[in-house]
């Protein structure tokens, strides 16, 4: 079932556990991951972002492509669809398209035009409907050139955003997307507990969270984060299960080139991803 992430992070943040933004890239992607929300009994988030999107064909065959194939395998969980870090035109084209939840990331923008556009967007998307994230710009995460800490978010500038009725706030704290170097200095979860004091109950996001220790995600889940993203993750088991496969040369034996073969190992994986992930962030029965 399609619908805006309000609910589901609203439950999550009284039920202390948290939802999964699991972004997708094609078919078998989508497939994965609502086949194991809908086994697991968890709701979740599909991501996409705006290079995605265009992969795909467009916000638009992804909408449809995700509507009828939530319709059509039955799912009965609750799924929202997303726009992943959207620039303020690529959340007007996906509330056109008719995603059910987008993130406008006006994080590189000055306060008061991110503000701004924050504003107005909000507003569009609540008179449709559709839930919003927000995310405000951090400092730091860069010493010496080295990056060892991630980007850290001001409390105020975090209950700013906050205060204009956004569904979920993204706010840096220490959290860094891709590969986290090695000495990476960790969550700090004493600007978490400050942001969420500003903002009280409303559902807090951690990006980048393919590379966090689970203990750590958690805790930040504990201190009022709701949605979790994962997008590396599944794209490094993907291609490890996908490589194997050929190497093991089985693209070779029989039909094993048919693309419903040679995709199916990378597929399981993705789940296998998943399953783990859902039980990190405590969501299954959940939905
Ligand atoms: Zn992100």
Redesign the pocket.
């Known amino acids: 079932m399609i619908v805006s992430a309000k609910e589901m992070l609203e439950k999550a943040v009284e039920g202390h556990y948290g939802v999964g933004q699991f972004n997708i890239n094609n078919l078998e992607w989508t497939k994965a991951i609502l086949l194991t929300c809908e086994e697991l009994k968890s709701p979740a988030i599909l991501g996409v972002s705006e290079g995605a999107g265009k992969y795909m064909g467009g916000f638009k065959v992804v909408a449809a492509m995700v509507k009828a194939m939530d319709e059509s395998l039955g799912i009965t969980v609750p799924i929202a669809l997303h726009l ?2 959207g620039t303020y035109e690529g959340a007007k084209a996906c509330i056109e398209a008719g995603f059910s939840s987008i993130m406008f990331d006006g994080s590189s923008l000055p306060i008061d035009e991110n503000v701004a556009k924050a504003k107005e967007l909000v507003e569009i998307c609540h008179s449709k409907g559709i839930s919003i994230e927000c995310e405000v710009g951090g400092i730091g995460g860069e010493e010496d050139g080295v990056v060892s800490s991630g980007e850290c978010a001001d409390p105020e500038e975090a209950a700013q955003v906050a205060g204009l009725g956004v569904d979920m706030l ?1 706010a840096g704290i220490g959290n860094i ?1 891709g590969k986290y170097p090695d000495n990476w200095a960790g969550l700090q979860f004493d600007v978490l507990e400050k942001i969420q004091e500003k903002t009280g109950k409303l559902p807090l996001v951690l ?2 969270g393919s590379g966090i220790p689970d203990e750590q995600v958690k805790k930040a889940i504990g201190l009022g984060v709701a949605k979790v ?1 994962v997008n590396t993750e599944c794209q490094l088991a993907f291609a490890a299960a996908t490589r194997k496969y050929i190497e093991e040369g089985k693209d070779l034996e029989g039909k094993g080139f048919d693309p419903r073969k040679l995709l199916a190992p990378g597929t399981e994986a993705i789940k296998d991803v998943v399953r783990d992930r859902i039980a990190c962030f405590g969501s299954a029965n959940k939905a």
């Open positions: 992943d870090h993204a997307h990006h980048g993203n």
